[in-house]
């Protein structure tokens, strides 16, 4: 897991913020090895220094002119839901500046933290921001949704700003009170749609974290194995891997490397549970292996609705050494 954040600093007076910063937003400061003092770390250039934290931090605030950080940053750069938030700093704190990931990054966010402290001002650039309009990727993280094509975002981002009111397809309210004047709520062919189904076509698609998979496998199973039986299972029954919330299993696999492995690949939380809670769950197809290694009529069903506290979705599905269910959270 990364650490929250960063903080460089070039000459003794960028040095002096920096510390404030750190001490004020629980940071790490890193400084040029003549300047560094105990508890700091020294780099020889900042270029190496930054490359190197890049993907260890959430955010990166640097007493630096934009333009050296800009030449430093473009060979680090991948996606917008994945890099971290970037910050510019003068060394007197008149100005911050939000360079990278100002919205799901959290960068616009934090440089109006950083300009409150030092008393300066935050530059901020983004079109809706500048508008004072919400912005569909920001309003999805705050509401603990997941984005199934960034894409999307830009068009509903641009429609906003036309002046546009945006068709909202959200049957939970997921969302919640929305202004609208800007969002229309419809019943079907939405521009953004909230589901934990998969689609297709240009809607802007929000997946609520709302699916878990319980898993089943013999001892050694692979992760590829694990991986390639949830894909099939999610694009065979049309449902969102952005809406995965965990994987499920038994107690006894908690060391299984290949399930951990497949967690971990897929970013996602997994739950264990006990053979005794799994055995008060009734399961729609039991396991003659669960029976004779477990004592149990099966996991990967029990183990899903167990986890999700709602109803199976997807009976068991499996492969030779994996069983694979689905259940949707109540």
Known sequence: MAAPLAIYALTPAGLDLARRLASALDGAVFAPERLAGPGETGFAALGPCLAGNFRNFEAHVCVAAAGILVRLLAPLLGTKDRDPAVLALDQGG?????????????ANALARRVAAITGGTAVITTATDSAGLPSLDLLARERGLRIGDLSGVKRANAALLEGRALRVQDPEGRLGDLDPALFEPVDRDGEVVVDWRAGEGPALRLHPPVLWAGVG?????PPEEILGLLRQVFAGEGLALGSLAGLASVE??????????????????IRFFTREELSRVPVATPSAAAREHLGLEGVCEAAAVLAANGRLLVPKRKTARATLAVALAG
Request: proline share 0%.
């Open 94 to 106: 008149r100005f911050c500046v939000s360079l990278l990931s100002g919205h799901l990054g959290g």
């Open 217 to 221: 496998c013999r001892r050694g199973t």
């Open 252 to 269: 006894d696999k908690r060391g299984e490397t290949g399930l951990l492995a497949a967690a971990s690949d897929l970013g996602a939380e």
